[in-house]
């Protein structure tokens, strides 16, 4: 996590997963398993926040461990805080050498940075996946911006509920992956309850924590397979790909666990033929008889099952007893 630190108190991260982590601001290295911003401390809900009793919210990969490097502080107007590309080198680095096997970067720069690009290539060199935000200033001249548009970064955009584009995020062939970056919510700093945010920064470590799993039940994968694995097993949008506003599509993280690619085993995937569809049963000119004997037999069962399920939603609800969440509308940012 290269943001703004992580509050390790937060009730959902409160489990030691949350490592001391460095401040690359400060001249003595600090720890960064506090967030006064609350930006990081959102970001790595979204990525890792625990199963809790009493809340439906969870992170995309809820066992993971977070290691915080901060590298941003809030300013002394409480404006949001800004990473510089010397600063995201650094943490990028810090990342890399504090044993990191993915990293989520939700900061961007338009402005290209050897350092920046050597942090980058510090990080493919060590088999380390970098995700990033694509960035919020699409309806500001759409930019190109970094570190996402390096070829090793898995580069991030932001789609609604609907799925179509959020109308602020970055476009672009450099562009990977979308996923879901509008009312997003996670959680914050300083106590129980919820937040909602919207940008590319949230929509980022949806990816992160996909790349998570993979790296997870996939060790032997490289970071060059992770990344080919969740751009191939995305939701392909309905055109040309990589597509500019898209990418490859939604991440999926059922998919990119769970599919066989033949790529990665060197054979392709065994073809297997289906079974011929049985025959319609005829029926007899005289009667309806066997017709009825067909629907029955069909709609048995299958009200059976929709009765259990009904009868299970109902216990469910029941059992709950939900309660409103605290909800804190958080700024968009990159």
Same mark, same amino acid.
């Given at each position: ?19 001391? +982590? ?22 790595? +809900? ?12 969870? +992170? ?16 002394? #107007?409480?404006?949001?805080?800004? $990473? ?7 943490? $990028?680095?810090?990342?890399? #050498? ?27 060199? *060590? ?14 001249? #759409? ?28 476009? +672009?062939?450099? $562009? ?15 106590? !129980? ?9 949230? !929509? ?6 996909? !790349? ?17 694995? $969740? ?80 009868? *299970? ?22």
């Amino acid at each position: 996590m290269v943001d703004t630190g992580v509050d390790g108190t937060t009730p959902q991260l409160s489990d030691g997963r949350v490592k001391p +982590g460095v401040d690359v601001t400060t001249p003595e290295r600090k720890p960064a398993n506090d967030d006064c911003f609350g930006h990081g401390t959102f970001v790595a +809900g979204i990525i890792g926040a625990a199963v809790r009793p009493g809340t439906g919210f969870a +992170g995309v990969a809820p066992e993971a461990t977070i290691l915080p490097i901060r590298c941003a502080i809030t300013t002394a #107007d409480g404006s949001p805080p800004v $990473l510089t590309a010397t600063e995201m080198a650094k943490g $990028l680095r810090d990342a890399v #050498d504090g044993g990191a096997r993915v990293i989520n970067i939700s900061a961007s720069t338009d402005t290209p940075d050897e350092d920046l690009a050597d942090a980058v290539r510090y990080a493919a060199q *060590r088999d380390v996946v970098v995700v990033a935000s694509a960035a919020n200033t699409a309806q500001q001249g #759409d930019p190109i911006t970094y570190p996402a548009s390096y070829p090793t970064v898995i580069a991030v955009g932001a789609i609604d509920i609907t799925g179509k584009k959020a109308d602020f995020s970055q476009t +672009g062939k450099f $562009l990977s992956l979308v996923a879901p970056g509008v009312g997003v919510t996670s959680v914050g700093p300083g106590g !129980a309850g919820h937040w909602v945010g919207s940008g590319t920064s949230y !929509a980022a470590p949806f990816v992160a924590g996909v !790349a998570a799993l993979v790296r997870a039940y996939r060790p032997q994968l490289s970071a060059e397979q992770v990344k080919h694995r $969740l751009e191939a097993t995305a939701d392909h949008p309905a055109a040309a790909l990589p597509d500019a506003q898209l990418g490859w599509g939604t991440v999926n993280a059922m998919a990119a666990v769970t599919t066989l690619l033949p790529e990665e085993s060197g054979t392709a995937a065994p073809v297997v033929a289906a079974e011929p569809a049985p025959l319609p049963v005829p029926v007899r000119a005289d009667g309806p008889g066997e017709v009825v004997a067909v629907t029955a037999a069909i709609s048995v069962p299958v009200l059976a099952v929709l009765g259990l399920l009904v009868f *299970r939603l109902y216990l469910g609800a029941r059992r709950r007893r939900w309660k409103r969440a605290r909800v804190v509308e958080f700024s968009r940012r990159t």
